[in-house]
């Protein structure tokens, strides 16, 4: 489903392979080994909106945040000293984390989830289907208890839904430290767009792209109020890189636009000078979904699924530890969390060839 970042002229819809992990809009980072992430910092920009806020300084006295591992959010602590100006400093976040992540009761979401509990984190789960979210939280309470996972339905492209969501995750969990936009659609649609349908393209916009505003939005209001603040992640998919995505081109522009949605939520952030709330990418790469599998009809797209494309749990097993790491640091600045980089991308590559490797992995390509 998340072939992000690839390409391979397919009737899957991905284009020819290009493994470059730049854009127009982004720092291109040397390409570098599996198991790193790149962490990129937009520059910052001057704007009258910055200079307006200025103000006379005043006697205030500073604060600083306290970070505790209950449930409950840290106590806001006062300096005895005064400063000319208001001085707030946060400690990292101490684990274990409260974790939200929508589309989360199947594939690379219900995986996310359940290494985040293996972590000893706290998680809400959600989907639009009541019957989905029940099985899936039998199966993560079976395996973890119910003192740690919780689920909701929540339909990420009706607002009422999201607000509910929020309130349902402050009563289990008072406040979210980590919230993974990770609901997506396709429409299980590979064809031209110029036969697709109505119902699914709008299908694919209003979950992929009117979904994630309402859940960003949500999510920051939420994280705002929170004395530890909050991360927020945003899952990309193919197309986000800029490449072209045949027979799905409107999923590949939805997750375009998850790109710059997010750059322009980390300006809007940066210019309102908010430094306790961080709006970050994520890439799984390519992921053994059904929906990524069931687009598979080409022996083009065979073959890259079988060099390529790994099984939910290994991606999330990579990516987990990389986003805890996160508050665990202290970042304060926007990161860009990928599992499958150029090298790794490469040198798969070169072993099929070289090697046969990973021939026939998943599919049958003869």
């Excluded at 730049?22 to 980072?29: E, F, I």
């Excluded at 590979?190 to 036969?195: D, F, I």
């Excluded at 053994?288 to 797209?301: E, F, M, N, V, Y």
Aim: hydrophobic share 35%; charged share 20%; aromatic share 8%.
């Amino acid at each position: 489903m998340y072939a992000s970042h690839l390409g391979v002229e397919t009737g899957m819809a991905i284009t020819m392979v290009a493994f470059s992990h730049s854009s127009p809009s982004l720092s291109s980072p040397p390409l570098c080994p599996a198991k790193t992430h790149y962490i990129f910092s937009t520059p910052p920009h001057a704007s009258l909106h910055q200079f307006h806020r200025c103000r006379p300084h005043s006697s205030v006295t500073p604060i600083s945040y306290s970070n505790s591992n209950s449930n409950s959010p840290p106590l806001i602590r006062a300096s005895s000293s005064s400063s000319s100006s208001l001085s707030v400093s946060r400690d990292p976040m101490v684990p274990p984390y409260n974790v939200l992540i929508t589309g989360s009761t199947k594939g690379i979401g219900y995986a996310l989830a359940k290494e985040f509990l293996k972590a000893g984190d706290s998680v809400i789960i959600c989907s639009r289907t009541t019957e989905r979210v029940e099985s899936a939280l039998q199966d993560l309470r079976g395996e973890f208890g119910e003192q740690h996972v919780w689920g909701t339905k929540c339909d990420v492209r009706q607002g009422d839904d999201v607000k509910n969501l929020v309130a349902f995750a402050k009563e289990k969990l008072k406040y979210i430290d980590i919230w993974i936009n990770n609901a997506g659609s396709n429409a299980y649609s590979y064809k031209p767009l110029s036969e697709a349908s109505d119902e699914d393209l709008i299908e694919v916009v209003t979950t992929n792209t009117l979904g994630l505003m309402i859940c960003c939005r949500e999510a920051i209001k939420m994280m705002l109020d929170q004395p530890r603040g909050g991360h927020i992640f945003n899952i990309d998919g193919a197309g986000s890189d800029g490449r072209p995505t045949p027979r799905f081109a409107a999923y590949g522009a939805t997750k375009r636009s998850v790109v710059h949605l997010t750059k322009s939520l980390q300006a809007e952030l940066r210019m309102d000078d908010v430094k306790n709330v961080i709006v970050h990418n994520l890439s799984p790469g390519m992921v053994t979904t059904d929906l990524l599998l069931s687009g598979a009809s080409t022996k083009q797209a065979k073959f890259f699924i079988n060099v390529l494309a790994e099984p939910a749990e290994v991606v999330a097993e990579y990516l987990v530890p990389n986003i805890r790491s996160v508050p665990a640091n202290g970042l304060s600045k926007p990161t860009y969390i990928r599992f499958l980089t150029g090298l790794k991308a490469y040198s798969q590559i070169f072993s099929r060839f070289a090697f046969g490797a990973r021939r026939n992995r998943y599919l049958l390509e003869d």
